[in-house]
C-alpha cells in the first residue's frame, strides 16, 4: 500500500528558529496535507496542496509539492512555544470513485526550548 | 456544536464489555471516517462512509463494528477487546474527495 516516509523524527529546536521537515513516498499523490497535532486533540489541517511545483504559505508556515509529486516539505519560521506538538503529512487513498480516507507519515514531533 | 465532536473523550473497559463511540459532524459533509492512532505508529484508516453506506473497510477485525445512521453520526461499536486494542480513536469528516478532513478530538481507549 501506500506509504509516507516522515522525517525528521523528532527536532529539538531553540524558540525563533526555523525548522524544516520532509515527507517522501514511493508512490505519486495528487495532494499532499500537512496536519498539526497538539496532545488531547485530533490533527488540524494546515496547508493543502493540489499540484505539483506549487509553494503555499500560511502565516509562518509554507509547503511545497514536490515535482515528482513523490514528496513535500513543510517549514515554520521563526518557531514560537505554540508551535510545539506532533506534525503529519497525509496524502488522499485513491482506489476509484468515492471519498477513501488518508494515509499518514508517523509524524514530526516538534519541541522548542525555551 | 460545531465542526466533529466524539463522545465519550476517554473510556476505560474491560475485555468483556461491550461500548460505543460515538461522532457527530456539524459541517454539511457527505463522508465520515474511523481512524486507530497507536503510539509509535502511524494513523490508520478503518472504516470509511460516504453518503452512509461503507466504502472502506482496511482489514480491521470483527471487534469492532461501525453504524452510520445519517450522514451526521457515527459510531464504532466494540465488543470483546484486547488490550492491544488500546489506542486513541479518531473520527474525521470531508465533503467528497476534498483532500482533507476535519478531525474530532478523538476517544481515548484503554482496555484492561
Not at chain 1, 514560537?80 to 487513498?93: E, K, R
Not at chain 2, 450522514?71 to 464504532?76: A, D, M, P, V
Request: one cysteine or more.
Amino acid at each position: 500500500g501506500q506509504q509516507l516516509n516522515q522525517s525528521p523524527q523528532s527536532m529539538f529546536i531553540q524558540e525563533g528558529e526555523d525548522v524544516s521537515m520532509n515527507c517522501t513516498s514511493s508512490s505519486i499523490f495528487n495532494t499532499w496535507l500537512w496536519y498539526k497535532q497538539d496532545p488531547g486533540e485530533g490533527p488540524v489541517l494546515l496547508i493543502a496542496l493540489y499540484k505539483a511545483g506549487e509553494l503555499t504559505s500560511n502565516g509562518r508556515l509554507t509547503a511545497q509539492f514536490g515535482i515528482t509529486r513523490k514528496d513535500s516539505f513543510l517549514n515554520i519560521s521563526a518557531s514560537i512555544p505554540s508551535d510545539v506538538g506532533i506534525y503529519f503529512c497525509a496524502g488522499p487513498m485513491y482506489s476509484g470513485g468515492g471519498a477513501d480516507g488518508l494515509t499518514f507519515g508517523k509524524g514530526t514531533h516538534l519541541i522548542i526550548q525555551p | 456544536e460545531t465542526g466533529v465532536t466524539q463522545t465519550p473523550r476517554h473510556l476505560v473497559m474491560g475485555m468483556t464489555n461491550k461500548k460505543s463511540l460515538k461522532c457527530e459532524q456539524h459541517l454539511g459533509h457527505n463522508a465520515m471516517y474511523w481512524y486507530k492512532q497507536s503510539a509509535k505508529k502511524p494513523l490508520e484508516l478503518m472504516f470509511v462512509y460516504n453518503f452512509k453506506e461503507q466504502t472502506e473497510n482496511n482489514s480491521v477485525p470483527s471487534r469492532f463494528s461501525p453504524e452510520c445512521p445519517n450522514s451526521s453520526h457515527l459510531f464504532l461499536h466494540l465488543h470483546t477487546l484486547q488490550p492491544e486494542d488500546s489506542a486513541l480513536y479518531l473520527c474525521a469528516s470531508s465533503q467528497d474527495r476534498q483532500g482533507g478532513g476535519d478531525f474530532g478530538p478523538g476517544t481515548r481507549l484503554t482496555v484492561l
